[in-house]
């Protein structure tokens, strides 16, 4: 991909944890890291979580996959950690306004900071303390700058300025938009925009801009899992990653 960094240490075993993993995004993850030879996996729902059971009967039939139903504090999670002894950690934590509005049976707030910030921090801290840290593959957004006032953009920007600074390997994916005819979800918005964007992004691709088509373009929640994936296992990849730097590398 000719992205530069630390190499990631070769292991026997590759053990997964997926922080988020009731999401678009991450529903697609778990379900394609299940086929992963090589790899256990720990799909993390909350433990109040009114999809709990629903995840059971889910990963039942998934040989190499598990939940993990650590509880959203500071001791729980490192020892959940320790537990696992994960070599990889997906955050693909993220909420929306939304669901920030409407009553939610949950002892966390659904909102940016608390949510798509606070817990993402929590699990940083207790990776930091492991013996062994994971590699971490952040899932953050395009747009995201230092000098940015919006409230989602802000949050990614500030864990990716706590990632430089952490003392594990890690990668931070800026995606475009996340969308497709298979999200429960109802983001009309986004869907909206993401299907009006596709063919002046396919005529840019056809003009040569293949690398602008690429970062650029909606993809739907398999999609971004794979190249997450091709992402996480690349000994090259390190630091802030476009989906075009995987796709096309």
Not at 57 to 65: G, K, L, T
Not at 77 to 98: D, N, P, V
Not at 133 to 143: F, H, K, W
């Amino acid at each position: 991909m000719g992205i530069n960094g630390p190499e990631v240490d070769a292991q026997p075993e590759e053990r997964i944890l997926v922080i988020g993993a009731t999401g678009y995004t991450g529903r697609a993850l778990v379900a394609q890291l299940s086929s992963r030879a090589s790899a256990r996996v720990w799909a993390h729902v909350r433990p109040d979580s009114s999809q709990l059971s629903q995840w059971k009967a889910r990963v039942e039939p998934w040989e190499n996959v598990e939940l993990s139903t650590a509880a959203w504090s500071d001791e729980a999670m490192r020892a959940e950690l320790e537990r696992i002894a994960a070599t990889h950690i997906f955050l693909l934590l993220g909420t929306t306004k939304a669901r920030g509005r409407s009553a939610q049976n949950s002892a966390i707030a659904d909102t940016y900071e608390a949510v798509d910030y606070g817990l993402t921090h929590l699990v940083l801290q207790a990776n930091k303390g492991a013996p062994n840290p994971a590699r971490i593959i952040y899932l953050s957004s395009l747009g995201v700058s230092p000098k940015t006032t919006n409230p989602y953009l802000k949050v990614r920007a500030r864990i990716e300025a706590q990632l430089q600074a952490a003392p594990a390997s890690w990668v931070s994916v800026r995606a475009s938009f996340i969308s497709g005819p298979d999200r429960q979800e109802s983001r009309p918005l986004e869907r909206i925009t993401a299907v009006a964007s596709k063919p002046l992004l396919r005529l840019a691709g056809a003009l040569g801009a293949r690398q602008s088509y690429e970062r650029y373009r909606p993809r739907t929640g398999d999609e971004l899992a794979a190249l997450l994936i091709a992402c996480a296992f690349d000994p090259t990849a390190h630091g802030i990653v476009h989906l075009d730097d995987i796709a096309c590398g």
